[in-house]
């Protein structure tokens, strides 16, 4: 199975500020990863897929980069809102999916 | 608007079962991949199963493989989750999630709000 590996599993960061997030596979995957923002209490929310595809809805401070197995999340101006968790799944080995061990995104 | 309600968890001995639950509403359910993701308190998120939207394929993951599985009827628009020989490694929320499937895979686009299953004497 592929194995994804985040980095780095939590950070603190301030509102206004640039955060980078990289999802590493155990081996090649193409562009087929996927981020996920979750907050306490409620389902993880798509933000982005194929890699780079901003899902519908989701601010444009919010980028995806990469292929082949590193991948990168950035959050560009950080909002109040950005505080969450997030993760990195990988869809290369369908139906079998997996997902990074999250990202906390906490206040500074 | 497309919609996900789960239902069925709940409180289960060792060793027990539980059938968990999932309607869909606002999407031609049939044309869909789905499938069932867990998260354990504190923990991350983990996939469970997945099946085709004729029902067709199914796949596992191998700490569930054999004690779980996963079905539909898409003339109700419900998917299912029968978990048997249930322990305390099974104790998470249970979401129900759709597969926007495209190219030769693709992510969970929509997800219900879960079902908390807690497996304890």
Redesign the interface.
């Known amino acids: 199975?592929i194995q994804l590996t985040q980095s780095p599993s939590s950070l603190s960061a301030s509102v206004g500020d640039r955060v980078t997030i990289t999802c590493r596979t155990s081996r090649g995957i193409g562009r087929?990863l996927?981020w996920?923002q979750?907050k306490p209490g409620?389902?993880?929310?798509?933000l982005i897929?194929?890699a780079s595809t901003l899902?519908s809805g989701v601010p444009l401070r919010f980028s995806g980069s990469g292929s082949g197995a590193d991948f990168t999340l950035t959050i560009d101006t950080l909002q109040p809102e950005d505080f969450a968790t997030y993760?990195c799944?990988q869809?290369?080995?369908?139906?079998?999916?997996?997902?990074?061990?999250?990202t906390k995104v906490e206040i500074k | 608007d497309v919609q996900l309600v789960e239902s069925g968890g709940g409180l289960v001995q060792p060793g027990g079962s539980l059938r968990l639950s999932c309607v869909a509403s606002g999407l031609t359910f049939s044309n869909y991949w789905m499938s069932w993701v867990r998260q354990a308190p504190g923990k991350g998120l983990e996939w469970v199963a997945s099946i085709k939207g004729d029902g067709s394929v199914k796949d596992y993951v191998d700490s569930v493989r054999g004690r779980f599985t996963i079905s539909r009827d898409n003339a109700k628009n419900s998917l299912d989750l029968q978990m048997h020989s249930l322990s305390a490694e099974d104790t998470a929320v249970y979401y129900c999630a759709r597969i926007y499937y495209y190219d030769t895979g693709g992510p969970l686009d929509y997800w219900g709000q879960g079902t908390s299953v807690t497996v304890s004497p």
């Open positions: 199975a087929a996927a996920y979750q409620k389902p993880p929310k798509l897929y194929g899902e993760y799944q869809f290369n080995t369908y139906p079998q999916i997996t997902f990074g061990g999250g």
